[in-house]
């Protein structure tokens, strides 16, 4: 009886920890997606403005570009548990065909990742790319053109209030 009691409150404290870090890490997720476009927008419109008006490239400009790269990539991090954890993804993986009909769960379960993963991708190419350039010009070219290219794909696949592929408040709290 006490084995059952223990085993019953240590599944529920499990749960329910699950549950906390999940919802933690779900309003993170969706606080640092402000973080992110802000950095990539300011990145580009430095990018932009130095290229424009052959600008050095700056260490203010190489830590834009540094540091674009590495919120995103904490932003990869948290999708990736968040991805692992949630419900909604978790329901589509297990029923696939019912998921495949439902377009909420078809984002979550394919399209977001899918999406993102790219953009990441493409985002870390052009900061990779970047660095390596002989010219200031060529720096601030390349950060302009892929980091822009990144930044179309991440907007599309941000489940904006306003988005028709799946709407999630644009503030989450807990
Ligand atoms: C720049 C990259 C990314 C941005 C800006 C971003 C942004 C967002 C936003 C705003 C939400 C809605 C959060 C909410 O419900 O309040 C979300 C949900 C989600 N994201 Fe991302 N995301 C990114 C990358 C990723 C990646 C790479 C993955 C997976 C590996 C991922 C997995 C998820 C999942 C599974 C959800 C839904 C969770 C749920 O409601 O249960 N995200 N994302």
Redesign the pocket.
Known sequence: MFYLTFVARHKNITRNSTEIMYSTL?VS??LI?WL?LAFLLYSIYRAFVGYINNKTFSKTDNAFRHWTATI?HI??MI??I??TQ????KYFWKETEIGLQNLDLTF?GVI??FL??T??VILTIGSALAKRKPTDKEKFKTMLVWFSIALII?FI???WTFSPLSS??NF?TF
């Open positions: 779900l997720h969706s997606r992110v995103t932003q990869l999708g990736i968040v991805y949630s419900p909604i993804v979550y977001h990742i993102m993963l953009a990441i991440i696949a941000i489940p999630r408040p989450r």
